[in-house]
């Protein structure tokens, strides 16, 4: 069975502080993808990034930047220099990656959040 | 890029009524479509994965017939809550599965059953 963890429940920062964001998670599978969101108050889940399990190369992208170790079975987040628009739940998600690129699909499982507070 | 649909983004409904939730793909066909609930403060739970033309499957303790989901075309997933009662207000939340995108989420329904 597949399994997330996010131990961090809450996080609280004062901006322009780095925060790193914690995903831990379990599979059977060989191939699988990852993903995180970020669900503000309004309740859309806003896409961040998805990588896949063939791929370690840290990632990039203005101020977040990921570190996925399949050693360590982790996929963290870090966002750089926090602005209070960061602000908002962030999921970190895991599925088979069969069927999701020839439009069959499986399940994501997700973490149980982390809610990031940015305050001035 | 990929967009879902979903409608309505919130509805008050009286105990015992139905409530329809339309998921709409409007720029790619999903084959596959999920259907998630989040109770506030919590994940998302999958409730149900149905595939164009084909029953839903339902995840363990989620009663298929309270929820009726319906995936009649490769554009459109419908949940209807039957006899809706205060303890399934929830946000309910749709994602898409397309064969370009992965998946793509809709903005979600608050629903509350008074």
């Known amino acids: 069975a597949q399994k997330v963890t996010q131990a961090q429940t809450e996080i609280s920062v004062v901006e322009k502080e780095d925060v790193t964001l914690d995903c831990v998670y379990e599979t059977r599978d060989t191939t699988y993808y990852l993903f995180w969101y970020k669900q503000p108050p309004s309740g859309e889940l806003v896409f961040l990034i998805r990588r896949n399990s063939f791929d370690e190369q840290n990632e990039i992208s203005g101020r977040y930047s990921w570190n996925f170790q399949k050693s360590t079975s982790s996929f963290n987040f870090t966002i750089t220099a926090s602005q209070v628009v960061d602000s908002a739940v962030y999921f970190c998600?895991?599925?088979?990656?069969?069927?999701?690129?020839?439009?069959?699909?499986?399940?994501?499982?997700f973490g149980t959040g982390t809610q990031l507070k940015v305050e001035l | 890029g990929a967009v879902v649909s979903q409608h309505p983004s919130w509805v008050i409904c009286k105990s015992g009524t139905s409530v329809k939730i339309e998921c709409r793909s409007l720029?790619?066909?999903?084959?596959?479509m999920f259907w998630y609930r989040q109770f506030p403060k919590q994940s998302l739970m999958l409730m149900a994965t149905s595939n164009e033309g084909s029953k839903a499957t339902y995840e363990q303790g989620v009663e298929k017939d309270k929820f009726l989901i319906n995936h009649a075309s490769l554009t459109l997933s419908t949940l209807t809550v039957t006899s809706a009662h205060p303890e399934d207000s929830s946000f309910y939340i749709c994602s898409a599965a397309g064969m370009v995108y992965g998946y793509t989420f809709g903005s979600g329904t608050r629903l509350t059953v008074v």
């Open positions: 998600a895991l599925s088979e990656a069969r069927g999701i690129l020839t439009g069959g699909g499986n399940k994501l499982t």
């Open positions: 720029d790619f066909q999903a084959t596959t």
